[in-house]
Structure formats: structure tokens, C-alpha cells
């Protein structure tokens, strides 16, 4: 089976597993847990950049789901950003990691299908996103059917995908609003601590200056650690750290509580690899991203 985007996209990165299991999520996240049917068989993930200018999440969704159903997949189950749980639906299914797929968590839509076919059911996952100019779409196949091509519009995985966006001077309101997300990058914190350390922060001064100018905006600081140490304490160790962030901007830079949350996924999305300190020097950060839909 084939599928034609609704406009000209790139193969940002795919993974195949030739006879795996996948927990598909077919419910919305409540507490943090996300109801989903496990199903196995060939496992492909594949993302996908497009360049688009005003095109809705629905209007980037809507003609693959008329595919699907055209060709045969019934819905289990779609949602739209927070009635599929927001943050917690985002970070507990399983996609391929930044920056390859980038999720809004302030924009996104998901569906879950399946086909009866002769050799079994084919399951899939479908996820799409935005933010500024540019769409993503991760789609999770499983199931013993050949990974499902595309059509027109369609380019091979040679253009670079790009990097996390980092704070430049002047620039970090137009990145938010762009790219949906920086990395607050001058931020430190003591070895092993959750305290932000004393001191002016750029970063933290400018993202300030954007949220009192624009009070109808909302940002989720979102901190990541190192993959040292088990799971459960590095995701407390980033949620402490995006809260103490959090604290800075709100207690001395007066910026409204209702603005920023705080969150943290401990080392679940690397930006680079855990085998260098290069590499876990980076995937070490606080990011912002904006939670706001218009």
C-alpha cells in the first residue's frame, strides 16, 4: 500500500524490526498511563518532515486517514492534542526521537487502525504535528504487510534534519513561535543537584520578556538528563530542575504561574548519544516549548 502526503515531504529517519512486539495506543493518557493493545509481527517506524504554510493538523491528518479507510483500516481510536492527554500521551508512546520526529505538545493528532488481512491484522499508529512552517508525520506499522510506501511529493532522507534549536540574542520569541521549542542552553545546575545555580541567565531573561509581552502564551519547561542512573530517577531529576526554572521565572522575573508548567522526561529523548560526554553533555538541559495553539 501507498500513501500520498498533501504536500512534498522528507524521510527524516526509519527503523524496522523484523518480529517485534509494539504497545499501540488506543485511549487517551490519564495518570500518566496510556491504554494500549499489544500487538507484535514486523515492526517499521518512519518520520517524515514537510514544509508547509498554513495547513492545520487536521488538514495534514485528514486525507491519510481517507486513505486508510478508503484502503480498508478501521479506527480504533483519534484524538486531538489534549483529549489525547497532551504531555503524557506524547512522552508514553513510543516514536522516533527527536530530532527526527518533533511533536507540538500545544499541536498534534493521532489515530490508531487496523486491517484484517490474510496473513494477520496490520496495526498502525499514525501521529501528526506542527509548528511554524513545518509538518511531521510519524507512522508505526506492525503487523507481516510490507511497510506502506508514499507517493508524489515524496523525497529520500538526503536533506539533513535539523538540529534542536538553541537561544540566540533577540531571537528566542521567533523560535518558540517557529520551531515550538528552544533549549534554554546557558542554564547550570550544580553535579547531581536540582538547583538552578545563582545568577543572571540570558535565556531565562529573554524567555521572561517574550512571556510578559505575549500573556496569552503558555510554555511547558520540559528537562532532560543523561541516561546515568535508572529511569524513575532521572525523570524526578529533570521534573525537579524544569521546576526549579520554573520557580526563577515566576518568583523573580514576575512571570505569571498560569503560563509555565513544569515537566520532566528524564533521559527518554536524547538529542545525542549516551556514549560520549560530548553526547551527554547535550541530552543534559531544560527546554521550553510552547503549549499555546494560535
Known amino acids: 500500500m501507498s500513501l500520498e502526503f498533501p504536500a512534498t515531504a ?32 514486523q515492526v517499521h517506524l518512519e518520520a517524515w518532515h514537510m514544509d508547509i504554510a498554513s495547513a492545520t493538523t487536521l488538514q495534514l491528518l485528514a486525507p491519510l486517514r481517507d486513505q486508510l479507510t478508503e484502503a480498508g483500516f478501521e479506527i480504533l481510536f483519534e484524538c486531538d492534542t ?4 497532551g504531555f503524557d500521551f506524547r512522552y508514553g508512546a513510543r516514536l522516533l526521537p527527536e530530532p527526527a520526529m518533533h511533536v507540538n ?3 498534534f493528532r493521532y489515530l490508531s487502525a487496523v486491517q484484517e488481512a490474510e496473513d494477520g491484522p496490520v496495526h ?3 501521529l501528526v504535528s506542527r509548528a511554524g512552517q ?3 508525520v510519524h507512522l508505526a506499522q506492525i503487523g507481516k504487510a510490507d511497510p506502506i510506501t508514499l507517493d508524489a511529493g515524496i523525497t529520500a532522507s538526503t536533506k539533513s534534519v535539523p538540529t534542536t534549536p538553541v537561544v540566540q540574542t533577540g531571537e528566542i520569541g521567533a523560535t518558540l513561535e517557529i520551531a515550538g521549542r528552544v533549549v534554554l542552553d546557558d542554564l547550570a545546575f550544580a553535579s547531581g543537584s536540582s538547583k538552578l545555580n545563582e545568577g543572571e541567565y540570558g535565556s531565562l531573561v529573554k524567555l521572561a520578556d517574550y512571556l510578559l509581552a505575549n500573556p496569552e502564551k503558555q510554555i511547558v519547561l520540559v528537562g532532560h538528563t543523561d ?28 512571570v505569571p504561574s498560569a503560563q509555565v508548567a513544569a515537566e520532566g522526561v528524564g533521559y527518554l529523548v536524547p538529542v545525542a548519544s549516551n556514549q560520549t560526554t560530548d553526547g551527554r553533555d ?3 538541559r531544560v527546554e521550553a516549548i510552547l503549549s499555546t495553539t494560535e
Open 10 to 41: 522528507v524521510s527524516a529517519a526509519s527503523e524496522h524490526e523484523a518480529l517485534s512486539s509494539y504497545a499501540l495506543p488506543i485511549g487517551p493518557a490519564k495518570a500518566e498511563n496510556i491504554p494500549t493493545l499489544n500487538v507484535e509481527g
Open 82 to 85: 489534549q483529549a489525547c492527554g
Open 105 to 107: 505538545l500545544g499541536d
Open 124 to 126: 498502525l499508529g499514525l
Open 134 to 136: 513545518q509538518g511531521f
Open 227 to 254: 541516561a546515568e542512573g535508572g529511569l524513575e530517577g532521572n525523570i524526578a531529576l529533570s521534573k525537579k530542575r524544569a521546576t526549579s526554572v520554573r520557580t526563577r521565572l515566576v518568583e523573580e522575573l514576575g
Open 282 to 284: 547535550l541530552n543534559r
